[in-house]
């Protein structure tokens, strides 16, 4: 409705400043109205999935058939990784490095003693100044 469509009523606007701020009310309301419609859930949303019920196994065969599909697919899986270490996969060839024994990890570089040798050190020297110091009562 266009400002001059608005008829004069008891306690509707009159000034030309009014009828835009009731022109830009009705268009706010308008906006508020589409982003309503747009946040509502889909009428008809994909159904559930149902939980799957499964009764209770014994671990120890659960890890049994685990390690049997394992052994059973270990060269396509082998395969897999390698196809994607190919592809520029860092997590996979960093892996089939580690599994392979291709990688070794440094001896630490010891410059020093230990933290916890200098700690225990400091400690001692406390202990033995408390104890050589003469004790005021």
Do not use: H
Request: aromatic share 6%; charged share 20%.
């Amino acid at each position: 409705m266009q400002s001059s469509e608005i008829e004069a009523r008891p306690g509707w606007p009159v000034t030309p400043l009014e009828n835009a701020i009731l022109d830009l009310d009705s268009e706010l309301r308008g906006a508020a109205e589409w982003r309503r419609f747009l946040l509502l859930p889909m009428t008809n949303p994909r159904p559930k999935p149902q939980p799957v019920t499964v009764a209770p196994q014994d671990p120890s065969q659960v890890a049994a058939a685990c390690r049997r599909q394992i052994v059973d697919n270990a060269a396509a899986i082998t395969q897999g990784l390698i196809d994607a270490a190919n592809a520029g996969s860092y997590q996979a060839a960093k892996f089939l490095f580690e599994f392979a024994g291709l990688t070794q990890t440094p001896p630490p570089v010891s410059s020093g003693p230990r933290p916890s040798e200098l700690v225990l050190a400091e400690l001692k020297r406390i202990l033995a100044e408390e104890s050589a110091s003469p004790q005021v009562e």
